[in-house]
């Protein structure tokens, strides 16, 4: 039985897209940058955290295997977290606009053969924003519980300039890599 380690509505949305049957299981790790570490280090740790917390509370059922992820947005060495209030988001969305940024998304899975790690980056640059452009975007409310202030699949997609990578990451599961490491590759 696959256990998906989130409770990320997109994350279920995205396995079910490409077939993927799994229960989900909702864990609680910590997601606070250590210091001195990358990014790329930081957002594969939570996602390995997630993906071990979750196996260690289904180790016992024969077969069983966790899936977990985490996508952050990255501005040079920042990473945009998910914001704490309205008036966060809009500086993140303000200090987004115009500019070219990142997004990392790292999918563990793990299993009692062992731990499997994929990584997918993606690079997203966004219009120039106005102050209404955000202002009505903050007062949509999509930007609650989403790294870097946006949902590229929600009303956030007008703001995108240009899209290198993976879409599916973006969103916060990347389903090329999250196949592979389904089927083992």
Known sequence: MLY????????????GQIGVEHRTLDVDVEEVRRPGETPEAYVSRVARDKALAGF????????????????EVILGDEVFGKPRDAADAAAMLGRLSGVEHRVLSAVWLVDAGGEHDATALSTVRFAAL??????????????????????IQGRAAAFVEHLSGTY??????????????LRGQ
């Open 130 to 151: 106005s102050a209404a452009d955000i202002a009505a975007y903050v007062e949509s409310g999509e930007w609650f519980g989403k790294a870097g202030a946006y949902a």
């Open 168 to 181: 599916s990451g973006v969103m916060g599961l990347p389903l090329h890599e999250t196949s592979r490491l």
């Open 56 to 71: 260690a509370a289904v180790a016992q059922e024969a077969g069983a295997r966790v899936l977990a992820a985490d996508t």
């Open 4 to 15: 998906l380690a989130s409770q990320s509505p997109r994350r279920r949305e995205l396995l």
